[in-house]
């Protein structure tokens, strides 16, 4: 079975600095591994996705997510927070071959402040 | 391309009482999946549709059921509906051939409030 881990309920961090939202999985076999995002009261906003190739994956809005399979880690980054970017953030994981079932972590919670 | 449409976006039910969402994928999209959100238990996934056909089912008891029509619009059905049935439930399509290695795009969701 696979599962996600997100281990911080909350990340927060300053406008204008670095970010980064932490996210580690199990699945077996190769994974295909997803970012979405979550405004109140919306549904999910697909932002990236790896399924092979480069480490690192760059998506939408600026964000992007280094994949690290010795660590079985997907890590959501991005170079310069904005305000806007405060939402919930979901990873999730999928194994090859496995239709469409989307396991999710927990959720992540991004306040970027002034 | 319109995106995935959840219908109706807020919905009030007694106990009881049965509910049908209705979703309808993305024009191309063969998949859709539904997923129950809810503060204490996060996203978990009901089951997917592919075709016509249940092709993957979460843990869910039998009162959760669904199907997708010829023209890949699905419906889900929950009866005899309990408080902890209150969630945003969210409909997911996606082109969804096995190894298809897409992503899923989601509708704004159905906000079920049971009374």
């Known amino acids: 079975a696979q599962s996600v881990a997100q281990p911080e309920d909350q990340v927060n961090v300053a406008e204008g600095n670095p970010l980064t939202v932490k996210c580690t999985y199990s699945?077996?076999?190769?994974?295909?591994l997803f970012w979405y995002v979550q405004y109140p009261n919306r549904g999910l906003q697909f932002l990236l996705k790896?399924?092979?190739?480069?480490?690192l994956v760059k998506g939408s809005y600026g964000f992007e997510a280094e994949f690290n399979k010795s660590q079985t880690s997907f890590h959501l980054k991005k170079p310069s927070a904005l305000v806007s970017d405060s939402a919930l953030y979901f990873c999730?994981?999928?194994?090859?071959?496995?239709?469409?079932?989307?396991?999710f972590g927990t959720g992540t919670q991004l306040k970027v402040e002034l | 391309k319109a995106g995935v449409t959840q219908t109706p976006r807020y919905l009030i039910k007694t106990r009881g009482q049965q509910v049908t969402l209705s979703c309808s994928p993305i024009?191309?999209?063969?998949?859709v999946s539904w997923y129950q959100q809810t503060p204490g238990q996060g996203l978990q996934f009901l089951f997917e549709y592919f075709s016509e056909t249940q092709r993957n089912k979460g843990n869910f008891p039998g009162r959760f059921s669904g199907r997708q029509f010829s023209n890949s619009r699905s419906e889900m059905n929950v009866s005899t509906l309990e408080l902890g049935d209150s969630a945003l439930y969210l409909c997911a399509s996606s082109l969804g051939t096995v190894r298809s290695n897409t992503e899923a795009f989601f509708g704004q969701g159905t906000r079920l409030t049971v009374v």
């Open positions: 790896y399924i092979t190739g480069d480490n």
């Open positions: 999730a994981v999928r194994p090859t071959g496995g239709g469409n079932k989307l396991t």
């Open positions: 699945v077996s076999g190769n994974p295909y």
């Open positions: 024009s191309g999209h063969r998949s």
